[in-house]
T-cell receptor, first 116, second 109 residues
Framework: EAGVTQFPSHSVIEKGQTVTLRCDPISGHDNLYWYRRVMGKEIKFLLHFVKESKQDESGMPNNRFLAERTGGTYSTLKVQPAELEDSGVYFC??????????????FGEGSRLTVL | DAKTTQPTSMDCAEGRAANLPCNHSTISGNEYVYWYRQIHSQGPQYIIHGLKNNETNEMASLIITEDRKSSTLILPHATLRDTAVYYCIVRVGGDKIIFGKGTRLHILP
């Protein structure tokens, strides 16, 4: 069974440009989470989807970030326009709905974003 | 979610048991203790979790004190591949995982 996959693995863009990160959760996983790690900082929660609905988006830093999960399958995280401080590694995780209370989150390998 | 306190770093000899402590003195009755790790730049990896009882799986054992104010993650036979940052997290079921600073574990050859 495929794990959580993220694309691209690394993206280098200039300040002001737009980048879209994609996450494909494990098939059948209704919960999808986005996290990011900025250089030298802790891993920070961004938001949580249950199917196509945003359950918690309290960690989204500002309105330059837009996350979508149309159809409740894969998710995209768009940064527009990108700023230097957006550089970091963006992780996606998923879990089964019925196990959300006690189960594990499966993380992808992350998408590294470099804003020049 | 309750706050956790972990040592910043620890060393362990290869082949020995690695015992990673975590204090969570303000944990509430419905919060679970979870352990994750991040190996270098990979995505975080789930290790184990528990509520009250000690737990064991193929990766590790989790010992939770009777008052639940602290716990210890045990890697029974540490290998070089266990070098990672280990995160102790307390969480109410269904909530997001909140990562702290974790413990950087160095396995020494």
């Amino acid at each position: 069974e495929a794990g959580v996959t993220q694309f691209p693995s690394h993206s280098v863009i200039e300040k002001g440009q737009t980048v879209t990160l994609r996450c494909d959760p494990i098939s059948g996983h209704d919960n999808l989470y986005w996290y990011r790690r900025v250089m030298g900082k802790e891993i920070k929660f961004l938001l949580h989807f249950v199917k196509e609905s945003k359950q918690d988006e309290s960690g989204m830093p500002n309105n330059r970030f837009l996350a979508e999960r149309t159809g409740g399958t894969y998710s995209t995280l768009k940064v527009q326009p990108a700023e230097l401080e957006d550089s970091g590694v963006y992780f996606c995780a998923s879990s089964q709905l019925q196990l959300a209370n006690t189960g594990e989150l499966f993380f992808g390998e992350g998408s590294r974003l470099t804003v020049l | 979610d309750a706050k956790t306190t972990q040592p910043t770093s620890m060393d362990c000899a290869e082949g020995r048991a690695a015992n990673l402590p975590c204090n969570h003195s303000t944990i509430s009755g419905n919060e679970y203790v979870y352990w994750y790790r991040q190996i270098h730049s990979q995505g975080p990896q789930y290790i184990i979790h528990g509520l009250k009882n000690n737990e064991t799986n193929e990766m590790a054992s989790l010992i939770i004190t009777e008052d639940r104010k602290s716990s210890t993650l045990i890697l029974p036979h540490a290998t070089l591949r266990d070098t990672a940052v280990y995160y102790c997290i307390v969480r109410v079921g269904g909530d997001k995982i909140i990562f702290g600073k974790g413990t950087r574990l160095h396995i020494l050859p």
